[in-house]
């Protein structure tokens, strides 16, 4: 097992994993590869998609979420350097805050930005026509800015993976994920998961694993990431 980086807390462990029937799967980082890349840029009127990708980019210097550091990525690959951020807030989940250039920013999930009081649905559901679903949203003093766009692939050989848990006697196969739930649907459909559920944040992961096991379900969490730790603890 060690050879193969897999690593058992106990024997008790392998005799629990034995007696699953149901599987539980987080998507980015899990199902996809991980490695998301921005893909599109979407400002806001008054904004640019240079203005988007420099803000969100200097403000997320201050996550390790796998989209912020994607944008990280393309804002220096753009800018070279970025400015520091200051105050910075987080929401396990959900997003994150701070100030940038004297600026308050904010770049999280639809939710998060949709709590502050100058951005509406309407504003917000403008600028979300086509892409792929998996966005970070980004205000600048409580006025919607824009969207970053990503993109991420499905890991190969999925489909196998999940007819060889089918055959081991898992016949129950869920999806949940933080990010937006048609994203979340997509991506399940591709890998034949018919159980989805999207927009959770992490104590929703938590709330699903104990329903499942309190109806009395032998449950295996797959995830990674912080996000995912409550969840991997139930």
Same mark, same amino acid.
């Given at each position: 097992?060690?050879?193969?980086?897999?690593?058992?807390r106990?024997?008790?462990?392998?005799e629990?994993?034995?007696? *699953?029937?149901?599987?539980v #799967?987080?998507?980015?980082?899990?199902?996809?590869?991980?490695?998301?890349?921005?893909?599109?840029?979407?400002?806001?009127p008054? #904004?640019t998609?240079?203005?988007?990708?420099?803000i969100?980019g200097?403000?997320?210097?201050?996550?390790?979420?796998?989209l912020?550091?994607?944008? *990280?990525? $393309?804002?220096?690959?753009? #800018?070279?350097?970025?400015?520091?951020?200051?105050?910075? !807030?987080e929401?396990?989940?959900?997003?994150?805050?701070?100030?940038?250039?004297?600026?308050?920013?904010?770049?999280?999930?639809?939710a998060?930005?949709?709590?502050?009081?100058?951005?509406?649905?309407?504003?917000?559901a403008?600028?979300?026509?086509?892409?792929?679903? @998996? /966005?970070?949203?980004?205000?600048?003093d409580?006025? @919607?800015?824009?969207?970053?766009?990503?993109a991420?692939? *499905?890991?190969?050989?999925?489909?196998?993976? #999940? $007819?060889?848990l /089918?055959?081991?006697?898992?016949q129950?196969?869920?999806?949940?994920?933080g990010?937006? $739930?048609?994203?979340?649907?997509?991506v $399940?459909?591709?890998?034949?998961?018919?159980?989805?559920?999207?927009?959770?944040?992490?104590?929703?992961?938590?709330? *699903?694993?104990?329903?499942? !096991?309190?109806?009395?379900?032998?449950?295996?969490?797959?995830?990674?990431?912080?996000?995912?730790?409550?969840?991997?603890?139930?």
């Amino acid at each position: 097992a060690a050879r193969r980086m897999v690593i058992v807390r106990n024997g008790g462990a392998l005799e629990q994993l034995s007696r *699953v029937d149901t599987a539980v #799967f987080d998507k980015t980082g899990t199902l996809t590869v991980g490695t998301p890349e921005v893909h599109r840029l979407v400002p806001a009127p008054g #904004f640019t998609e240079d203005d988007v990708l420099r803000i969100a980019g200097a403000l997320e210097q201050a996550s390790g979420h796998l989209l912020a550091r994607s944008t *990280v990525r $393309a804002a220096v690959a753009r #800018f070279g350097t970025l400015p520091p951020a200051h105050h910075v !807030q987080e929401s396990a989940g959900r997003g994150l805050s701070g100030d940038v250039d004297g600026h308050e920013v904010t770049v999280g999930a639809r939710a998060y930005i949709l709590d502050l009081p100058g951005v509406s649905v309407d504003a917000v559901a403008a600028l979300e026509r086509g892409g792929s679903g @998996l /966005r970070a949203y980004v205000a600048v003093d409580g006025r @919607l800015a824009g969207i970053v766009d990503y993109a991420d692939r *499905v890991r190969p050989g999925l489909l196998q993976v #999940f $007819a060889d848990l /089918r055959q081991l006697g898992i016949q129950r196969l869920l999806l949940l994920s933080g990010d937006h $739930a048609p994203n979340a649907r997509a991506v $399940a459909a591709e890998v034949g998961i018919t159980e989805v559920h999207g927009d959770l944040l992490p104590e929703g992961k938590v709330a *699903v694993v104990n329903r499942l !096991q309190y109806g009395g379900a032998r449950v295996l969490m797959t995830g990674d990431g912080t996000n995912d730790a409550p969840a991997l603890a139930a």
